[in-house]
């Protein structure tokens, strides 16, 4: 049974255990309807005393939220904060001082433990490097790093001095860096010599080389190399500098300065429909008002917490939710390295037994692989670790189908753990629709409810409201504190990509199709409805891979691609390609798809790379030129074509698509 059909019948529920309800934040459906009833009558108050409860403001603000320039709403506007006082010195003078921020585990299974004072400490020594280094408050930094203590600090310390960071996760390309670097402007990159993933040093500073080669990076003065291995890399001199060298020296004591609310805290780019990738611009005020709050509701987080979120900071879970709301919410919590199969795939449930992990998240694509490997060999199955500290499971980045969730439910949450199933992008700063651990009944791969305050709904083209039981596209009709604000330098793109004028201009456009059911509105996000692809949790433009493929300019005349349903990854690329010669077949045809899958792994990153290509003597068009990519799709799934081909210009193309490698 295909994942949408186990998911349409699906009459499983999981009401709250009690343990779950007793002492929880919102405890029953009661208290969660109490918050969405606030939110709806009154929303300046309900947000406004939420800011206030859960901010530490320099200067409090007196506006709520600003429409006058809709869609660039604002927040919270005239008040000031620094959003690392608000994760860091919040906490000295009170009982969480002393306590673990940080468990550290490296990818060799060596354990580091940072003290919340200990790590405002070294935040505020690598602030004042940067300020040494020249970077000024509304300075764009940009971060490659690993994950590690070090990334953590380092976007801290942005946040400290008021410089915006921008994250670009180490698996992306030195073309992809250098797009990066130029469009933000950055001034400084921080970064690694390597990273030590599933026991292999691989380089990071040697691509960060190969990026600012590329030229142009004019803005860019210097680059900071955490040396995490001791093998020595390239150090340009007069621009690299080691950690080491530039913390000499500095204090360990330095003032967070006050940004407005509206600062950017930081821009990070994700995929869209375009080839080019859009930055995401979170503000400072709303942005960490959700990260605790979300912490707070989703997680239910108590100071005793020991919180694991597996997400690197290279993607938006890893900011929200390693980088700044477990530390806004004072507990502690692992940070993992290595990958989740080294030395052996039961590395996760070791790590949770070890460090008694309460509250667990990551996302289904870790899930399914785990399965498979717990299947083919019991030794990683996680029966055979102590899963009893946990308490609550959170689920991130893609749908979760009922089987995965059931056996995470069972074999990990001891069919003890509520599971939440959280809905959101990086443009929402944090959840949207999840469940509530002590209140939401939950439904296996169902995101259930919204969060209260978040007014999402379903509309059809031109925003009208569909009726429960029937799919159209998700929205939210009422602007919310950790909404994206702008895409960096393109205002335009941000109004047309989320505020579409078809529907008005007033309903941000989350991208995702979704259908609610009928018996109690619940949320099911059926996928997306742009050209985006989800795989394994990561998001990926199809034009971004077209440009990437037909920028191989000898060999590619043509390329187009699409998704299709993977059991391992939900989404795999495919791709049709047409090249300048006559279309290879046999071992030839193996080898060139293998120059293209390599070469896409270096213009995008190696999570790109299409898992099939198909070749063809020309790809299928309409006798006006337009690619038909709903064919394409049928294609790559293996489907039978069952769609009106009359238009096609060229209909004996479809069969030699059809053809695998
Ligand atoms: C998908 C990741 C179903 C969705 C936080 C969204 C999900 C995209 C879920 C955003 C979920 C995320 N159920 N689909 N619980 N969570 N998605 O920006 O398609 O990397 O639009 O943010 O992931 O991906 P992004």
Redesign the pocket.
Known sequence: MSNIESVLVENRVFPPPEAATKGARISGMDAYNALCDEASKDPDGFWSRLARENIVWNKPFTKVLDESNAPFYTWFDDGELNASANCLDKHMGTAAENKDAIIFEADDGAVTRVTYKELLGRVSQFANALKAQGVNKGDRVLIYMPMTVEGVIAMQACARIGATHSVVFGGFSAKALHERIIDAGAVAVVTANFQMRGGKELPLKSIVDEGIAMGGCTTLKSVIVYMRTPTACNMVAGRDTTFAEVLQGQSTDCKPEPVGAEHPLFILY?SGSTGKPKGVQHSTGGYLLWAKLTMDWTFDIKPSDVFWCTADIG???GHTYVAYGPLAAGCTQVIFEGVPTYPNAGRFWQMIEKHKVTVFYTAPTAIRSLIKAAETDEKVHPKNWDLTSLRILG??????NPEAWMWYHRHVGGERCPIV????????GGHM??PLPGATPLVPGS?TLPLPGIMAAIVDEVGHDIPNGSGGMLVVKRPWPSMIRTIWGDPERFKKSYFPEEMGGKLYL???GAVRSADRGYFR?T??IDD?L?VS???LGTMEIESALVSMTELVAEAAVVGRPDDLTGEAVCAFVVLKRSRPVGDEAKQIANVLRNWVAKEIGPIAKPKDIRFGDNLPKTRSGKIMRRLLRSIAKGEAITQDTSTLENPAILEQLAEKL
């Open positions: 994700t993607w938006i879970t689920s991130v980045g893609e749908p979760i199933d959280t809905f959101w992008q990086t443009e929402t629709i999840t995101c989350a991208g995702d996000i996928g997306r985006v989800n949790g990561h998001r």
